[in-house]
């Protein structure tokens, strides 16, 4: 694997890890990098995305959602959002004693950080394989009024509409229309106890709320999105779930299913996520449940629908959405 190999060869030449002794650090740490390769002794993971958490569960390393000890050694592997990424830098610089290694590819806009650390203080190495680069550096160069100015750009603060939210999360900057016309698709319909799937910061369900429900589970996976969906809403009718969606319990406990299902992994298209949203909805509603949900109008999610569900009503929408209401499971 080449993310493996850049990795083994930066950490190798420049010896980072020389010592058995000292303490790394890997933040948005991959499921397949066998991390032990690198590190003999101290080793924390971190891994805010719960359906890859669950992946380390049994692995007898520490196990975090977000990095809160120091650390000698530090490896960053970038998320999508470099605002996100920036502000898991400046964690990891005032957290790490030694040696920062940032790794991602070119989609993840590696050169970018790279040029720009390169202004701010020397890099010690560079690995690059394929399309991708690992680089390592002395976090203490940082200017600290700098790191500051990253932190505070990806902390959680209230957006345009007054909901907390925070870079790398869907829609972090206002609501998102495909959820805006859910919310108005189901408004006057929604009752007794409701489950919002990949509830993100809690938008929907503060829309459900406004209704005479008797009561709202909010499941999602991101952990920052979960973290601000509780500060989002202070309503003793809601319980919020830090977990992959399609790791639910199948048992049928839910009168009504909610949902804006995600269709991306990472930058790409993939369709199996949202499917698997419906195919769980299926299982968690109750024998005369109704599903309420949008998807962009392109995504061909009726040969599903009308395999999991008896009555499947599809209205098309101007901004480029379907609302789908499909009732009763099968």
Same mark, same amino acid.
């Given at each position: 694997?080449?993310?493996? @190999?850049?990795?083994?060869?930066?950490?190798?030449?420049?010896?980072?890890?020389?010592?058995?002794?000292?303490?790394?650090?890997?933040?948005?740490?991959?499921?397949?990098?066998?991390?032990?390769? !690198?590190?003999?002794?101290?080793?924390?993971?971190?891994?805010?995305?719960?359906?890859?958490?669950?992946?380390?569960?049994?692995?007898?390393?520490?196990?975090?959602?977000?990095?809160? @000890?120091?650390?000698?050694?530090?490896? =960053?592997?970038?998320?999508? $959002?470099?605002?996100? #990424?920036?502000?898991?830098?400046?964690?990891?610089?005032?957290?790490?004693?030694?040696?920062?290694?940032?790794? #991602?590819?070119?989609?993840? #806009?590696?050169?970018?950080?790279?040029?720009?650390?390169?202004? =701010?203080?020397?890099?010690?190495?560079?690995?690059?394989?394929? +399309?991708?680069?690992?680089?390592?550096?002395?976090?203490?160069?940082?200017?600290?009024?700098?790191?500051?100015?990253?932190?505070?750009?990806?902390?959680?603060?209230?957006?345009?509409?007054?909901?907390?939210?925070?870079?790398?999360?869907?829609?972090?900057?206002?609501?998102?229309?495909?959820?805006?016309?859910?919310?108005?698709? !189901?408004?006057?319909?929604? *009752? #007794?106890?409701?489950?919002?799937?990949?509830?993100?910061?809690?938008?929907?369900? +503060?829309?459900?709320?406004?209704? *005479?429900?008797?009561?709202?589970?909010?499941?999602?996976?991101?952990?920052?999105?979960?973290?601000?969906?509780?500060?989002?809403?202070?309503?003793?009718?809601?319980?919020?779930?830090?977990?992959?969606?399609?790791?639910? $319990?199948?048992?049928?406990?839910?009168?009504?299913?909610?949902?804006?299902?995600?269709?991306?992994?990472?930058?790409?298209?993939?369709?199996?996520?949202?499917?698997?949203? =419906?195919?769980?909805?299926?299982?968690?509603?109750?024998?005369?449940?109704? =599903?309420?949900?949008?998807?962009?109008? +392109?995504?061909?999610?009726?040969?599903?629908?009308?395999?999991?569900?008896?009555?499947?009503?599809?209205?098309?929408?101007?901004?480029?959405?379907?609302?789908?209401?499909?009732?009763?499971?099968?």
């Amino acid at each position: 694997m080449s993310r493996q @190999h850049r990795l083994l060869d930066l950490i190798n030449v420049e010896n980072i890890i020389s010592s058995s002794k000292r303490k790394l650090t890997v933040i948005n740490a991959k499921v397949d990098l066998p991390y032990r390769e !690198f590190c003999s002794a101290d080793l924390t993971l971190i891994q805010p995305l719960a359906n890859f958490y669950d992946e380390f569960i049994g692995s007898n390393e520490k196990l975090l959602c977000e990095m809160e @000890h120091s650390s000698d050694v530090t490896i =960053l592997h970038l998320p999508k $959002s470099k605002i996100e #990424g920036f502000g898991m830098l400046s964690k990891a610089i005032e957290l790490t004693q030694e040696y920062i290694i940032i790794d #991602g590819n070119k989609k993840d #806009g590696i050169d970018s950080y790279l040029n720009g650390i390169k202004k =701010l203080t020397d890099i010690l190495g560079v690995s690059i394989k394929d +399309h991708g680069k690992a680089f390592c550096f002395d976090p203490k160069q940082i200017n600290k009024t700098l790191v500051n100015d990253w932190k505070n750009s990806a902390k959680i603060k209230e957006n345009i509409d007054g909901f907390f939210t925070a870079e790398g999360m869907f829609s972090p900057r206002s609501i998102d229309k495909g959820s805006h016309e859910l919310a108005s698709a !189901f408004t006057g319909k929604l *009752n #007794g106890c409701i489950a919002d799937l990949g509830a993100g910061w809690g938008w929907l369900s +503060h829309e459900a709320l406004k209704q *005479n429900i008797k009561k709202i589970d909010l499941y999602e996976a991101h952990f920052p999105s979960f973290q601000c969906s509780k500060l989002n809403i202070q309503d003793g009718r809601a319980d919020f779930f830090w977990i992959d969606v399609l790791k639910l $319990s199948n048992e049928a406990t839910y009168d009504m299913v909610i949902m804006n299902p995600p269709f991306h992994l990472g930058r790409a298209t993939d369709l199996s996520l949202g499917e698997g949203f =419906l195919v769980k909805a299926s299982e968690i509603l109750k024998k005369n449940g109704t =599903l309420h949900m949008v998807a962009n109008r +392109h995504l061909p999610y009726e040969r599903t629908l009308s395999r999991l569900f008896k009555n499947v009503t599809i209205s098309e929408e101007k901004l480029g959405f379907k609302i789908i209401e499909a009732k009763i499971p099968k």
